[in-house]
T-cell receptor, first 114, second 114 residues
Framework: DGGITQSPKYLFRKEGQNVTLSCEQNLNHDAMYWYRQDPGQGLRLIYYSQIVNDFQKGDIAEGYSVSREKKESFPLTVTSAQKNPTAFYLC?????????????FGPGTRLTVL | AQSVTQLDSQVPVFEEAPVELRCNYSSSVSVYLFWYVQYPNQGLQLLLKYLSGSTLVKGINGFEAEFNKSQTSFHLRKPSVHISDTAEYFCAVSDASNTGKLIFGQGTTLQVKP
């Protein structure tokens, strides 16, 4: 069953802690993305990766870090430097091509800072 | 730079009535356009997309959208809504470049009443 999985579904963090959100895909997509969603707002791009061992900052990268050691995996670390990390985090992967260019999303992780 | 404006934050409608969710975009280059739906505490599901070709695009669940280049719009329509269509709807634009980055609108909440 192909798709994108994110874990955990809910995550609680104390202030000052780093946490890592998992994103895995078995769609054989090269490109992967992390977005942040806040209530009443659209999604904002945090980081993206177009190929293994390479990634670029999105619009709101401060306080976040990523790695892309495997094609299937693109974990996101929310560091203590992120001032307001409580949000819903969505991972996506992308099928590329002139007639198929589309991002597909995982189910999301809701992070709450206590 | 690109931007997306969803003109209505909330759209209440009675069951079996038609609905239109409005989306305008700005871009100086060719674009790809997308509509996604999000149910509470879930990820985004692709409804439909415009990459090229026919400007009238049909998607899942009876939705369709029309790409209007002169008015820079991509409005979403459904002739008869169901209670199950109650959800958040997001319009997104990509600049059709290799990065595939999406810019999202703020979202429109469709509330279908019995």
């Amino acid at each position: 069953d192909g798709g994108i999985t994110q874990s955990p579904k809910y995550l609680f963090r104390k202030e000052g802690q780093n946490v890592t959100l998992s994103c895995e895909q078995n769609l054989n997509h090269d490109a992967m993305y992390w977005y942040r969603q806040d209530p009443g707002q659209g999604l904002r791009l945090i980081y993206y990766s177009q190929i293994v061992n390479d990634f670029q900052k999105g619009d709101i990268a401060e306080g976040y870090s990523v790695s892309r050691e495997k094609k299937e995996s693109f974990p996101l670390t929310v560091t203590s430097a992120q001032k307001n990390p409580t949000a819903f985090y969505l991972c996506a992967s992308r099928t590329q091509g002139a007639s198929t260019d589309t991002q597909y999303f995982g189910p999301g992780t809701r992070l709450t800072v206590l | 730079a690109q931007s997306v404006t969803q003109l209505d934050s909330q759209v209440p409608v009675f069951e079996e009535a038609p609905v239109e969710l409005r989306c305008n975009y700005s871009s100086s280059v060719s674009v790809y356009l997308f509509w996604y739906v999000q149910y509470p505490n879930q990820g985004l599901q692709l409804l439909l997309k415009y990459l090229s070709g026919s400007t009238l695009v049909k998607g899942i669940n009876g939705f369709e959208a029309e790409f209007n280049k002169s008015q820079t719009s991509f409005h979403l329509r459904k002739p008869s809504v169901h209670i199950s269509d109650t959800a958040e709807y997001f319009c997104a634009v990509s600049d059709a470049s290799n990065t595939g980055k999406l810019i999202f609108g703020q979202g429109t909440t469709l509330q279908v009443k019995p």
